[in-house]
């Protein structure tokens, strides 16, 4: 049974950067598509990037509110994923979460609705204020 957990959430003044970890146990995240969603008060959880299995050529896409600033990657040996988050606005604000989801076979490209994931982490607080 997979397993995720974040951390490295905090506060941080409007313009600094922050990483986001997600480590696995109980199976290799390389086999799986990893997400990154956020959610504020109030608001529905919402795709941040994600990153395709291994065999699927660990492809990523990013919601074009984050496009240029943030980046997903993948540690394999660490079985981690993280995400880099640089330029940091106030409504970047939320808590963050990593997901994954073993694709069907042909399903080589990441998807960024909530429903397509199986296996959630606890989430970790973001708060970009100054």
């Known amino acids: 049974q997979l397993q995720l957990v974040e951390s490295g959430g905090g506060l941080v003044q409007p313009g600094g950067s922050l990483r986001l970890s997600c480590a696995a146990s109980?199976?290799?995240?390389?086999?799986?598509?990893i997400g990154w969603f956020r959610q504020a008060p109030g608001k529905e959880r919402e795709g941040v990037s994600c990153?395709?299995?291994?065999?699927?050529?660990?492809?990523?896409n990013y919601a074009d509110s984050v496009k240029g600033r943030f980046t997903i990657s993948r540690d394999s040996a660490k079985n981690t994923v993280y995400l880099q988050m640089n330029s940091l606005k106030p409504e970047d604000t939320a808590v963050y979460y990593c997901?994954?989801?073993?694709?069907?076979?042909?399903?080589?490209?990441?998807?960024?609705?909530?429903?397509?994931?199986?296996?959630w982490g606890q989430g970790t607080q973001v708060t970009v204020s100054s």
């Open positions: 997901a994954a989801y073993r694709p069907p076979i042909g399903f080589r490209i990441c998807g960024s609705h909530p429903g397509l994931y199986d296996y």
């Open positions: 109980g199976s290799l995240l390389d086999t799986y598509h």
């Open positions: 990153i395709s299995s291994s065999s699927s050529g660990g492809t990523t």
